[in-house]
């Protein structure tokens, strides 16, 4: 009975010396090499004899001393720099240190090793004992798998060998299903060649005989090669392993090229069968003219779609011989089909039969030859027609060198669309290719116009030459109403005819025109100093009941305004252009009113006095008046009558109109600007003024001072001549009619509230000086001993102190600027609490309130 197998926690794990360990082996190979790890290590102890025996905890051991280095710098990636790793360590110990750290760490990395290698030793010697006769098994399994390669490398070279052959197989066969398709096709082009040239009458060439025959050996040949492709495929791949596979892939035998080529007589048959009405019409039964036309569009329209096909197939194959063979062939089946379809599309016009007319419009379309009909109609049908009334006695109308004539071409036009061409419109709405009503009678119209009376287009007369624009935008109108669909109107519009005949009005040079006619009134007048603007004779004019303006530069800017879209002058095609126009001579008008306006408030327009001090604005006023009532009735002309009128509203884009209103609104808003600008430099220029005739407030202290005079009764003389600019020019303002009340009312704000605010400080300073004044005089009365008492009064008819009477003068001087305040306006009762600055001058004067004795 075999004793079991040691287990791990049995075996003895011992440190490596030079004695050896007997260990369990079932051959004697492997005792010399397990008596390696026996031991007779002894123990500090003494016990010499003792072997040191190692628990399978010990698998890790580590030191207890710390060393001058981690041993993790070992385990980094990268190559390990033994200079760098010294260099580290010497820093912080000496070397002899780091030798002997390295020593300990060498030793536990040793002793780990022997760890390691004690505790899986049972699983080496059972791996060792596994492995006994294993040679043997490998080499018999050699010798297996070596056959079962052969056999695999043998398959492989077989499957290789049927691949390729059925890959050349199936290219062969690719080939001729290629060839035969060809074939088949070029079968098909014969056939339909042949019949067309029976239908049409085409006497066949020599070699076109035998093209059937031998097109139907070529077909049998293909088919024998391609079966027999099939069979050598089976056969040659029978050997191979896939044999029965590579056996099933031949396909069966097609029958097309032959279906094909058999069906060749029973083409030709119905060919004949077709031809014979037609040769009983060109022969002796033919019965009339009506009928051959409508036989000859029965057999046009049934060799259309067979031209169509031989068209589209000879673009395919035009580079194969047999197609480049049958080129001639074409040509003279297409030149016959061209003269036979052209004979009856002109005998469907001119005996006006509506099927046959289709008929012809149909064919055209089937064989894409549209373009072909509407030359056609245009040479034959149109041009003889409008060369008789597009000429130059017709444009004259009697008159030499007028385009009287112009309305009345148009007028023929219209007759012959509604009269002739009526018909040939309204059947082509079927086929949305044509487009005759363009590229046929206007191409024609057009062409006849620009070579015959050119005079049109000339833009030396405006006025001619906006009549003549506008009688083609009318008869252009009036054309589209003969469109007899949408498709057919949409088509009209935007075809490059119509484009290219308007192309020809040169509406720039026009627009300079009108541009020079429109501004030569403004320009003498703009280009003025604004300086000596106002003092010329031509500047203002007297203002009459039909005008609102009373400056002749205003009427005239509006003039031009509506000029710029009076029907006289304005074209929508270049709306855009008058647009600008009109905005550019509403903006010069109104910078040239800010720069008037600036040298108004800054000097006077006069002669300047001796003195060389300036003449104030109130003195004159008018100029400025007359100025600011136009500025407001243009703003108010331009919003209600010089936006674009009604009657063009409807042909210009939204776009458009959007434009040029937000520009009209800027314009707005740059006018009501320079009227509020003009009325703050007037304000600010007056109410310096009025400020001005404040000065003598400070001397009513003085006067009453130690004056011994009477209590005052009556307001000082200063305060009637306060607001006499601003009454000035109010006054001026109502005689001229030029400040509306509105602006009268904003005007007199905008003066009252900083003079009452001036007047308001002046009391102030007058007060101070008067305290300061006061505490003067007492400090020098306590210095002089012997001063004499003053006084306080002296006269009889004196009751109040000096300050009482500055205060009593005072109070009468604002009581009479409030009352001047209220009647500055005649037929406006100013409230004066409303004023901020009126109300800081009652309450400060409220302070000092004084009751005035009363006269007796």
């Not at 929508?572 to 040298?599: E, G, N, P």
């Not at 010089?642 to 800027?666: C, F, G, H, K, N």
Request: with cysteine; glycine share 2%; aromatic share 6%.
């Amino acid at each position: 009975m075999k004793s079991p197998a040691p287990s791990r926690d049995d075996v003895p794990l011992v440190r490596p010396e030079t004695h050896a360990l007997e260990g369990p082996s079932t051959t004697g190979s492997h005792q010399s090499d397990s008596g390696r790890l026996h031991s007779s290590h002894a123990s500090s102890s003494g016990d010499s004899g003792a072997s040191l025996t190692l628990t399978p905890n010990l698998g890790v051991l580590e030191d207890c001393n710390p060393r001058c280095f981690d041993k993790e710098v070992f385990l980094r990636e990268g190559d390990f720099d033994v200079q760098a790793f010294l260099a580290q360590c010497r820093a912080r110990v000496p070397l002899e240190s780091v030798q002997a750290d390295l020593e300990a760490c060498a030793n536990s990395l040793e002793t780990q090793l022997v760890c390691l290698i004690n505790e899986d030793y049972a699983d080496f010697v059972r791996l060792s004992s596994n492995l006994v006769g294993v040679d043997a098994s490998l080499s018999a399994l050699r010798t297996h798998l070596q056959g079962m390669l052969q056999e695999v490398q043998a398959v492989r070279r077989a499957v290789e060998q049927s691949t390729q052959d059925i890959q050349q197989q199936l290219f062969l066969r690719r080939t001729l299903r290629e060839r035969r398709h060809y074939l088949s096709l070029f079968l098909t082009l014969h056939e339909k060649i042949a019949r067309m040239e029976t239908h049409l009458g085409i006497a066949p060439q020599p070699a076109t005989a035998t093209s059937s025959a031998s097109l139907t050996a070529a077909t049998s040949s293909m088919n024998s090669q391609s079966s027999q492709s099939s069979v050598s495929s089976v056969s040659s791949s029978s050997t191979t392993p896939l044999a029965a596979v590579t056996a099933t892939v031949s396909p069966p035998r097609s029958q097309s090229a032959f279906q094909a080529s058999s069906s060749l007589s029973a083409s030709s048959a119905a060919a004949l069968s077709l031809q014979q009405p037609l040769n009983r019409v060109n022969g002796k039964n033919s019965s009339s003219s009506e009928d051959q036309s409508q036989l000859e569009a029965l057999l046009v329209e049934r060799v259309s779609a067979d031209y169509a096909y031989v068209r589209c197939r000879m673009r395919q194959l035009e580079s194969t011989p047999f197609v480049r063979a049958l080129s001639t062939r074409v040509e003279r089946i297409e030149r016959t089909l061209d003269s036979t379809l052209e004979r009856a599309f002109l005998a469907a016009l001119r005996l006006r039969r509506e099927e046959l007319l289709i008929s012809c419009l149909r064919t055209y379309a089937t064989i894409d030859r549209f373009r072909h009909a509407e030359e056609l109609y245009r040479r034959s049908v149109i041009s003889p027609v409008l060369s008789k009334f597009v000429t130059t006695e017709v444009l004259e109308h009697g008159v030499r060198g007028s385009c009287e004539g112009l309305q009345s071409i148009f007028d023929s036009v219209h007759r012959l669309l509604a009269g002739e061409c009526r018909q040939l419109l309204q059947a082509a709405t079927l086929e949305e290719q044509y487009n005759f009503l363009a590229r046929a009678i206007w191409a024609e119209l057009s062409s006849l116009l620009i070579s015959r009376v050119p005079v049109i287009f000339s833009a030396a007369f405006p006025e001619r030459f906006l009549q003549n624009y506008r009688v083609v935008l009318n008869a252009l109108r009036e054309t589209e109403s003969n469109c007899y669909s949408i498709h057919q109107l949409m088509q009209f519009r935007n075809s490059s005819v119509v484009s290219d005949l308007l192309s020809r009005f040169p509406l720039p040079v026009y627009f300079s025109m009108c541009f020079r006619k429109i501004t030569a009134p403004l320009a003498p007048l703009l280009e003025q100093s604004s300086a000596t603007a106002l003092q010329t004779d031509a500047f203002s004019k007297p203002k009459s009941a039909d005008s609102p303006f009373r400056l002749a530069l205003t009427e005239s800017t509006l003039q031009a305004l509506h000029r710029c879209w009076a029907p006289e002058s304005f074209v929508v095609a270049i709306a855009d252009r008058f647009v600008r126009l009109s905005v550019q001579i509403a903006v010069r008008f109104q910078k040239w009113a800010d720069s008037v306006s600036s040298v108004l408030t800054d000097r006077s327009l006069s002669e300047q006095p001796p003195s060389g001090k300036r003449r104030p604005i109130w003195e004159s006023p008018l100029p400025v008046l007359l100025i600011i009532a136009d500025l407001q009735a243009l703003q108010h002309n331009i919003v209600a009558t010089t936006l674009i009128p009604q009657a063009w509203r409807v042909d210009l884009s939204e776009e458009m109109l959007r434009s040029t209103q937000s520009a009209y609104d800027l314009v707005h808003k740059e006018l009501h600007s320079t009227v509020s600008v003009i009325l703050e430099r007037i304000a600010d220029e007056l109410s310096a003024e009025c400020r001005a005739r404040l000065q003598p407030v400070h001397t009513i202290a003085q006067t009453y001072r130690m004056a011994y005079r009477p209590d005052p009764t009556m307001p000082s003389y200063y305060v009637s001549t306060v607001l006499q600019p601003l009454k000035e020019f109010l006054r001026v303002a109502r005689d001229s009619g030029t400040l509306a009340s509105a602006s009268q009312l904003a005007t007199v704000l905008l003066v009252v509230e900083p003079v009452s605010q001036h007047f308001a400080d002046a009391q102030d300073k007058l007060w101070a000086d008067f305290e300061q004044q006061s505490s003067l005089l007492a400090k020098m009365t306590r210095h002089r001993t012997n001063a004499p008492v003053l006084a306080t009064s002296s006269s009889s008819s004196k009751t109040l102190s000096d300050e009482d009477q500055i205060a009593a003068q005072l109070t009468l001087d604002v009581n009479y600027y409030l009352d001047e305040l209220r009647n500055l306006l005649p037929d406006h009762s100013l409230d004066v609490d409303a004023i901020a600055s009126s109300q800081e001058l009652l309450k400060r004067l409220r302070q000092r309130t004084v009751t005035l004795p009363t006269t007796q």
